[in-house]
Nanobody, 132 residues
Framework: QLQLVESGGGLVQPGGSLRLSCTAS????????IGWFRQAPGKEREGVSC????????DYRDSVKGRFTVSRDSAKNAVYLQMNNLKPEDTGVYYC?????????????????????????WGQGTQVTVSS
C-alpha cells in the first residue's frame, strides 16, 4: 500500500518561502498523480495544487497561482511544492495525496479544487505557519 510522507513545513514570516516534499518508499511516485491539500484550523480541507502522472500538467487554486510551484524529481522519487511569498492565510496543515495507481488525476476535468474525493492515499501532513 502506498504510504506518503510530507516534510519541509515550519514557521516562516510573511513574504518568506518554504519547500514541501512528498516522498514514498517501496513504490515509484511516477505511477501516481499527486495532489497537495491544506486544512486551516476551523476550516474545510482545500485543494492547493496537483501534478499529473507525467508531470506535464499542473493545477493550482487561484489564491496560490504565481506563488506556488509543484514539480517532480523522478531520481529522488519525490514531489515538491515550492511556496514563495507566503501569506498568513497560507497557514495550515499541508497534505500530499494520491489517487489509485495510474489514475489520470490532475486533468482539466479533475481540477485539484474539485477532486479531493478521488485521492485514496494521504500522508500525515506537515504544519505550515506564516506569522510575524
Amino acid at each position: 500500500q502506498l504510504q506518503l510522507v510530507e516534510s519541509g513545513g515550519g514557521l516562516v514570516q510573511p513574504g518568506g518561502s518554504l519547500r514541501l516534499s512528498c516522498t514514498a518508499s517501496g513504490v515509484t511516485l511516477n505511477e501516481y498523480a499527486i495532489g497537495w491539500f491544506r486544512q486551516a484550523p476551523g476550516k474545510e480541507r482545500e485543494g492547493v495544487s496537483c501534478i499529473s502522472l507525467t508531470g506535464g500538467r499542473t493545477d493550482y487554486r487561484d489564491s496560490v497561482k504565481g506563488r506556488f510551484t509543484v514539480s517532480r524529481d523522478s531520481a529522488k522519487n519525490a514531489v515538491y511544492l515550492q511556496m514563495n511569498n507566503l501569506k498568513p492565510e497560507d497557514t495550515g496543515v499541508y497534505y500530499c495525496a494520491a489517487p489509485a495507481s495510474y489514475y489520470p488525476g490532475c486533468t482539466p476535468q479533475r481540477p485539484v479544487t474539485k477532486s479531493s474525493g478521488e485521492y485514496a492515499y494521504w500522508g500525515q501532513g506537515t504544519q505550515v505557519t506564516v506569522s510575524s
